[in-house]
C-alpha cells in the first residue's frame, strides 16, 4: 500500500512547516561539517609546511566553532526528530486504523525481551523506542524498536578490551493469540549458526532434544526448527494453515523472522539492519518515498494479524 501523501491535506502542512525546519538544521549542519573539515585541513597543511604551532592555532578555531554549531543545532535536532515520530507517523497510524499510537519514548522492556526465550544472551546494553500500540479488528498488537547487546572484555598486553556484539537488532512484535497456552512452542530458523548452539544451550532447561517437533510440511521443516514443551499444544498452534502463514510472512520479510508462543501471546522477532521511524535531516520531506518507507513498515506490521488469521477465534481464551 502507498500512503497517499498529495491528497491529505492535514499531513501535507505539517510536512511543509517541518521542512522550513529541516532546512535549517540541515543548513547548520552543513556549515559544521564544512568548518570541521576546515580546521583538519589547515592543521595538516600547517604540520607539512613546518609550522606545526600555527597549524594547530589555525585549526582549532575553525574545528571549535563547527562544534559550536553542532551543539546549538542539537534541541532543534531532538525537538524535530520527535515531532516528526509524534506527527507524521502518528497521522499515517491513524490513516491506518484510529485505534493505532506511536509513543516514541517508550518501548519492549528488557525482562520481556528474554521472556520470549528467542534470545541467547542477556543483554548488558539494551535499547527500545518507537512502541506502536493498536488493534487490528479484534487482535490487540504492539510492536517496538529494540537493539539489545552483550559485552566480551579480554584481556591485551596493555591491559583490557571491550567490545559489543549484536543479540538482536530489529523489531519485536507481540499479539494476543486469545489461548492460554499450557506450554511453550518456539519456532527458530535454521540459518544462524554458531547462534543456534548458544540459544539451545541458553534454553537447555526448557527444551530437550525429545522436544524438536518433526511437522508435517517439509519447506516449514526445511526452514524452521521447532520446539515445543507441549507437543500436542505446539501441533494444535501449528496448523498446516498457519505454518503456510508463518512460511509467507518470512518470506515477504527481509530477513528471517523467529516465533515463540508464550501464555497467550505470539511473539515475532524481525531482524532489520536500519533504525525507522527518524526523521531526515538531508534529504526532504516532501519526497513521499522518504515517508513511505516508514509507511510500509508500520502496514507491514497491521497486517501481520491478518496475514496469521490471528481474527480467527479457533479456541475461546481459557
Known amino acids: 500500500?502507498?500512503?497517499?501523501?498529495?491528497?491529505?491535506?492535514?499531513?501535507?502542512?505539517?510536512?511543509?512547516?517541518?521542512?522550513?525546519?529541516?532546512?535549517?538544521?540541515?543548513?547548520?549542519?552543513?556549515?559544521?561539517?564544512?568548518?570541521?573539515?576546515?580546521?583538519?585541513?589547515?592543521?595538516?597543511?600547517?604540520f607539512v609546511l613546518g609550522f606545526p604551532i600555527p597549524a594547530v592555532i589555525a585549526g582549532l578555531i575553525p574545528i571549535i566553532y563547527g562544534s559550536v554549531l553542532f551543539f546549538k543545532i542539537n534541541d532543534s535536532l531532538t525537538a524535530y526528530q520527535n515531532a516528526y515520530k509524534t506527527n507524521v507517523i502518528g497521522a499515517a497510524l491513524k490513516f491506518l486504523d484510529e485505534s493505532l499510537s506511536i509513543n516514541p519514548y517508550q518501548g519492549i522492556e528488557a525482562s520481556e525481551f528474554m521472556y520470549t526465550q528467542l534470545f541467547s544472551n542477556e543483554p548488558d546494553r539494551y535499547k527500545t523506542e518507537d512502541l506502536v500500540m493498536g488493534c487490528a479488528d479484534k487482535t490487540r498488537f504492539y510492536f517496538a524498536e529494540v537493539h539489545a547487546e552483550y559485552k566480551t572484555v579480554t584481556q591485551t598486553k596493555d591491559g583490557t578490551r571491550t567490545e559489543w556484539h549484536d543479540i538482536f537488532r530489529g523489531i519485536l512484535f507481540a499479539a494476543d493469540f486469545n489461548k492460554k497456552f499450557n506450554g511453550?512452542?518456539?519456532?527458530?530458523?535454521?540459518?544462524?549458526?554458531?547462534?543456534?548452539?548458544?540459544?539451545?544451550?541458553?534454553?537447555?532447561?526448557?527444551?530437550?532434544?525429545?522436544?524438536v517437533i518433526q511437522l508435517e510440511n517439509v519447506e516449514f521443516d526445511k526452514t524452521f526448527v521447532t520446539y515445543g514443551s507441549d507437543q500436542v499444544e505446539s501441533r494444535y498452534i501449528l496448523t498446516p494453515a498457519m505454518m503456510e502463514r508463518i512460511l509467507n510472512l518470512n518470506h515477504q520479510s527481509k530477513y528471517n523472522i523467529s516465533l515463540s508462543f508464550i501464555e497467550s501471546r505470539m511473539y515475532i522477532a524481525f531482524p532489520l539492519n536500519r533504525n525507522y521511524f527518524e526523521a531526515p535531516v538531508f534529504k526532504s520531506l516532501l519526497d513521499p518515498e522518504t515517508v513511505n518507507q516508514d509507511i510500509s513498515t508500520i502496514k507491514f506490521m497491521y497486517d501481520i494479524v491478518k496475514e496469521l488469521d490471528l481474527n480467527t477465534r479457533i479456541w475461546g481464551k481459557e
Request: cysteine-free.
Open 1 to 46: 500500500m502507498s500512503f497517499d501523501i498529495a491528497n491529505n491535506v492535514a499531513l501535507q502542512q505539517v510536512l511543509a512547516t517541518m521542512e522550513v525546519e529541516r532546512k535549517r538544521i540541515a543548513g547548520t549542519q552543513t556549515k559544521g561539517y564544512i568548518f570541521i573539515v576546515t580546521g583538519i585541513v589547515l592543521g595538516i597543511l600547517g
Open 184 to 211: 511453550v512452542t518456539i519456532v527458530r530458523t535454521k540459518d544462524f549458526g554458531a547462534a543456534f548452539g548458544a540459544w539451545f544451550s541458553k534454553n537447555l532447561f526448557s527444551f530437550g532434544h525429545n522436544d
